[in-house]
């Protein structure tokens, strides 16, 4: 659990050099449109394809850490091993969205891929933003999929709503 940690802590920080880039060329359109009447041209485009890729970057790292949202309402009197089994088959779901997404998204990228297809203003190749997000989203079932199968964070401190993960 140890290097599928590693991996999803890497993806997770390249999902902030990515938001960092965003952020950049935001300003810079902003600036440029202000100040020098000028603007990046596609800024929306870049913004667009690059956030996509930077959610799908979060994913190993928000699973790993069971920080997806958890409505404990319903378990609120539920014994310790109840909410652990659930908690598998939660994980289980995430394992098997994660694994539809990963297959569609690859099916997609080999889509736009074969047909050129390109944004509208920049004509930037839409299949690299696939690539980016299928490595992302294996690993997010991957992790899912252990989870659900009892392997856990190998940060002893990582709690999970307050309960031990």
Known sequence: MKKIESLA?????LAGVV?????LITVMAVLGREILGKTVAGDFELVGVAAGAAIALFLPWCQVKRGNIVVDFFTTGASAQTIKHMDRFGSLLMALMAGVFTW???LGGL????THSGTMMLNFPEWIIYAL???????TSLVGLL?????ESTDKNDTHEGRPA
């Open 9 to 13: 802590a890497f993806c997770a920080i």
């Open 19 to 23: 938001l960092t880039l965003i952020t």
């Open 104 to 106: 569609r998204s690859t």
């Open 111 to 114: 889509n736009v891929y074969d």
């Open 133 to 139: 997000m299928v490595p992302p989203l294996a690993l």
């Open 147 to 151: 989870q659900a199968l009892g392997f």
